[in-house]
């Protein structure tokens, strides 16, 4: 229904309702920025801990895997925030900084693989690499197709 449409008696309700949503979607915000800094915070200790515990085992090629691993979910995590806060100052989600996330993820996930507990089967690996190719082709989709045509290019 547009605007316009609504009745007279209606519109003190509208505009609160709109009042509403707007701070209910602030303290959203709030909420998400929060919870991606105390993720930030754990994905930080995480890491040490696991450094600590590569080296107390002398396993260090091991731990220093996972460790890579931890430190690529922080560098998703650091691009989420990113996301956020240029969302937060006016400009648009960027679909391109999901696909990097999904891409960073697809690539851990293929850096630890090796060392996981259980042995991968070959047709995991498969899925793994075919995804992250699948993911890459996507991101590489996106960026052509916002160079090509100008409405879709950034500002």
Not at 117 to 133: N, S
């Amino acid at each position: 229904m547009i605007q316009t449409e609504l009745p007279s008696e209606f519109k003190g309700i509208n505009r609160f309702a709109i009042k509403a949503m707007l701070y209910l979607n602030g303290f959203a915000h709030i909420v998400i920025g929060l919870a991606l800094a105390t993720s930030i915070i754990m994905f930080t200790w995480l890491f040490f801990v696991e450094i600590s515990a590569a080296a107390h085992a002398n396993n260090l090629i091991h731990g220093f895997i996972h460790a890579l691993g931890t430190l690529m979910l922080l560098w998703s995590i650091s691009a989420l925030i990113s996301a956020v806060m240029r969302y937060l100052n006016g400009s648009k989600l960027e679909v391109e900084t999901f696909i990097e996330v999904v891409m960073v993820l697809f690539l851990r996930k293929l850096i630890v693989l090796p060392v996981q507990d259980a042995k991968p089967t070959l047709e995991e690996v498969g899925i793994w690499v075919g995804g992250a190719f699948l993911i890459g082709v996507l991101y590489i989709l996106v960026i052509r197709f916002r160079k090509t045509i100008p409405d879709f290019k950034r500002k």
